[in-house]
């Protein structure tokens, strides 16, 4: 697929500093992680995935349907990214309004540094705007401009925009290798003539190629988006037993909770880590380690972290803040050839994928998001609106699932 697009409900505020520092520390460590086992090119495709990208936001403890995810996860990424371009290799660019604009700018001293093309890559940049805000008529007025780039010169691009009238954001994903003209097909679902190459929409030399967008605008926004890779989310705020696959959310918690489930060498050297980390390491393994099929239900991901809402659960920061040590550890030892840690961290991902072969749910969904609830104070649990008290009543043991 070149091109895909993810519909999210309009959130607004801000995400508190308490968790925009875990999100940058957490997502930056499974950026490093990626990058060390499959390579830069694989993290531009990863990226690309919108879907795999909400899920990505998800196990950070974003909420797990809003538009907000866009904002908050690029911007966090971006920050802890940059600080370690040099060594990774990979770049970050643009952003929110104003910052959007920068994109350019930003383009050539990556450019100057690593000798790619960067009139090339300003073209690229600029044009993929130009389709999503103006070829493309779907009611959504793009506002948000994010240019992912490798020293190779692969690339990515998130775009965002803002439909009032639905109350809805649209974001648009690219991924270079896949796009061969920005004329013809720069997505699966744009159709028009293709007038060769083109460098500036605006040129005067362009003028066949205006009317072929002008033409694709006059399709019915239906036809136009019908073959584009595409998730819609819902508008309820709470995560429901509909919005997860419970085959695999099951899988997840017994691996985590029923540690025979996990080869013993694993585990010695996962020692100390208790079962709620493991549940967040579980999930955060597949977000590195998953193949494109795992992140279609994005929601699963958000029981590893909550969400700021409390939706599923506040976010349990002491969970979080260990989730990052393990992580960040297994990366440093494996920059220095020690990977036995990585290797315990993506063995957690296996076990949950084995045990899903023959698991069968229970009933049980709403009681465990009632039990993370009531045990999130334990864990140092936040959200927006202040900390997570203990329940007034205590709370039985649960099967989980």
Avoid at 232 to 243: F, Q, T
Wanted: hydrophobic residues 35%.
């Amino acid at each position: 697929m070149n091109r895909a697009y993810a519909d999210l409900p309009l959130h607004y505020g801000k995400v508190p500093p308490w968790l925009y520092q875990r999100m940058g520390l957490l997502g930056g460590a499974i950026v490093e992680a990626i990058v060390l086992e499959y390579g830069r090119a694989a993290l531009v495709q990863k990226i690309s995935d919108p879907a795999w990208f909400q899920s990505l936001g998800c196990v950070l403890g974003m909420d797990w349907h809003s538009s907000g995810i866009t904002t908050s996860v690029l911007g966090s990424l971006k920050l802890s990214v940059n600080k370690k371009s040099a060594e990774l290799g990979v770049y970050i660019c643009g952003g929110k309004g104003r910052q959007s604009r920068e994109t350019p700018n930003e383009l050539l001293k990556i450019a100057h540094a690593t000798g790619l093309d960067g009139n090339a890559l300003v073209r690229s940049s600029r044009l993929s705007a130009k389709v999503d805000n103006t070829a493309i008529q779907d009611g959504y007025q793009v506002y948000l401009h994010s240019f992912i780039l490798t020293k190779e010169g692969d690339w990515a691009v998130i775009q965002q925009g803002m439909n009032d009238s639905n109350g809805y954001a649209r974001r648009y994903h690219w991924h270079s290798p896949s796009v061969t003209s920005f004329v013809e097909e720069p997505h699966s679902f744009i159709y028009g003539r293709n007038q060769g190459k083109i460098l500036n929409l605006t040129d005067k030399q362009a003028a066949a190629t205006r009317n072929g967008i002008v033409n694709i605008t006059k399709e019915k926004p239906e036809r136009i988006l019908k073959e584009a890779k595409k998730i819609l989310m819902p508008a309820h705020h709470e995560v429901r037993a509909g919005d997860v696959n419970l085959k695999r959310l099951g899988s997840v918690l017994a691996a985590a909770h029923e540690l025979e489930h996990i080869d013993a060498e694993s585990l010695l050297l996962l020692e100390g880590v208790g079962p709620r980390t493991l549940q967040s390491l579980v999930l955060v393994s597949e977000v590195i380690h998953g193949t494109p099929s795992r992140f279609d239900d994005p929601a699963r991901y958000s029981f590893a972290h909550g969400g700021k809402d409390g939706h599923p659960f506040p976010v349990p920061t002491k969970t979080y803040d260990e989730t990052i040590a393990v992580l960040d550890n297994a990366i440093q030892k494996a920059k220095l050839g020690v990977n036995d840690k990585n290797e315990a961290i993506k063995n957690l991902h296996k076990a949950a994928k084995r045990l899903e072969q023959d698991f069968v749910p229970n009933n049980n969904f709403n009681q465990l998001v009632q039990k993370e609830r009531d045990e999130s104070w334990w864990y140092g649990g936040k959200t927006v609106f202040g900390d997570a008290k203990p329940p007034a009543k205590g709370n039985s043991q649960l099967e989980l699932f």
